[in-house]
């Protein structure tokens, strides 16, 4: 017995130099350290990785060792808090630790990339939901929620899904204009500012800019799709308009067609107000009676206004009137076109509709008089308009003293320019008559007008009838 202790002790002592050099040596990666029972099956073995995984656990792994490891072997455990969240990686799970006062940093993985880089997020507090203080350059209260996520080194914040804040810190830096309500952004043009970018512009609010400049149609509900009923939406944009005659307001049409339905309502501009249609938009009625009436005022009083670029469309219905200035006074009605009506443009009043100027309008497809001017219809003028494929007659002048410049009447009248006895005074200059019946007739009673330059062409009747007293005709072939 002592001779074998004897024995094993010798080999000890001579092994010792051959162990000590051993303990110097790198272990293969597949190296086995031992093998366990695990149940009742057999002994396995335990690579040294796996070992070492099983002995030091996630959260002591510092961040030299970590950063070698593939992600998969290391994460946070969302449901603990860790004292240091200097050794974790956030990939995926919402981050529960709270890192301690020295700030240690977060170890972050970019699965696209396959790599690992660290930032240092501050106070970011169990749950994520009481938000990060400074994130870089990124300051203020900002809920992690679901608006808030961590693309590689950077944050992208959805403000589809609301941005909630706590302290106030982050709506103050928004500005005038912009609060929360709820966990979305409210925007209010009452107090948002607004400073144009030109030479001397100053600041005022954007509600306030709103208000003196430009109205839209679109802006009450029209849709000017041609078949949606924009009446009642576009009476109340005429409405808005009103009340503040400093403002213009377009009638906007849409991408694919630009008809606005009127159906049986009526357009009815305000005294006082400017009203244009964008390009190409057509305003279509289905009524008898005018259509778009521009208003003056039952006591007299002088009431500016403007209608402008539309084009006016009465779909053929019998007893219609496109354009009816009415008791108006200084009005400009100008690059317009009417169809499709009994007649074109109609100027009358109670009291009287005086210089107005009706300036590059296109009547077509008239059933009975291109224009007509009432007895009460005086001093207005009238200049480069056209009227072509009527029915009766081309202009009707029963007012005093009104002036035709430039105006052509084409293809099937009866009389292209014709009077009553109350059309006194008038001038009728450069005038174009063509493939028609009668062209210019002046009946008794209708005195001291003056016709120069008139222009006759394939008339089947007499192209100059004067029964008048003191009427003047010079130039022209006719």
């Known amino acids: 017995m002592f001779r074998r202790h004897s024995i094993v002790a010798t ?17 293969p990666p597949n190296s086995v350290v031992g ?33 070698q ?93 609301g941005l909630s804040t706590s302290g106030g810190t982050l709506a103050a830096s928004l500005g005038a204009g912009l609060t929360f309500s709820g966990s979305n952004i409210a925007w209010t043009s009452s107090t948002a500012p607004y400073t144009s970018a030109r030479t001397g512009g100053v600041s005022q609010t954007v509600q306030s800019r709103f ?66 249609c964008s390009r190409g938009v057509t305003l279509k009625f289905n009524r008898a009676g005018s259509l778009v009436v521009p208003y003056g005022h039952a006591s007299g009083r002088t009431y500016q206004g403007v209608f402008k670029g539309c084009t006016v469309d009465g779909s053929s219905v019998v007893g219609s009137i496109g354009v009816y200035l009415f008791d108006t006074s200084d009005w400009v009605v100008e690059d317009t076109a009417i169809a499709n009506v009994d007649t074109g443009l109609y100027i009358r009043g109670n009291i009287a509709a005086y210089y107005n100027r009706v300036t590059n309008v296109v009547a077509r497809d008239i059933r009975l008089d291109g224009y007509y001017l009432d007895p009460v219809a005086n001093s207005n003028t009238l200049v480069g308009d056209r009227v072509t494929s009527l029915g009766q007659y081309g202009f009707y002048c029963r007012g005093n003293q009104n002036t035709f410049v430039g105006v052509q009447i084409e293809t099937g009248f009866s009389e292209a320019f014709t009077t009553d006895g109350n059309c006194i005074g ?5 005038i174009r008559m063509e493939n028609g019946g009668t062209g210019i007739h002046l009946v008794s009673g209708a005195n001291y007008n003056t016709v120069v330059g008139a222009y006759c062409q394939a008339l089947s009747g007499t192209s100059y009838i004067n029964s008048g007293t003191g009427n003047s005709k010079t130039g022209g072939n006719c």
């Open 35 to 67: 093998r366990l029972g695990i149940s009742a099956g057999p002994a396995q073995a335990i690579p040294i990785p796996q070992l070492l995984k099983n002995v030091i656990g996630p959260n002591s792994i510092p961040n030299s060792a970590l950063a």
């Open 211 to 276: 208000d003196s400049g430009i109205l839209y149609s679109a802006d009450f509900g029209t849709a000017c799709d041609g078949s949606t009923n924009d009446g009642v939406a576009m009476d109340k944009f005429l409405a808005a308009v009103a009340v503040s005659p400093s403002k213009t307001g377009i009638v906007t049409g849409t991408s694919t067609t630009s008809v606005c339905n009127m159906n049986t309502s009526q357009f009815q501009v305000r005294p006082g107000t400017t009203i244009m």
């Open 426 to 430: 008038s001038t009728i200059s450069g």
């Open 69 to 161: 490891m593939p992600a998969a072997t290391f994460k946070c455990n969302p449901s603990v808090s860790t004292a240091d969240a200097q050794d974790c990686t956030i990939q995926g799970l919402p981050f529960t630790a709270s890192p301690d006062t020295n700030n240690d940093r977060v170890l972050l993985y970019n699965a696209g990339t396959g790599t690992f880089y660290t930032t240092s997020p501050g106070n970011l507090a169990a749950g994520g939901t009481a938000g990060v203080t400074s994130l870089g350059s990124l300051t203020g209260v900002i809920g992690l929620a679901n608006g808030l996520k961590v693309t590689g080194s950077d944050i992208d914040l959805n403000l589809g899904n």
């Open 11 to 27: 080999l000890i002592l001579a092994l010792q130099p051959a162990l000590a050099a051993a303990q110097q040596q790198t272990l």
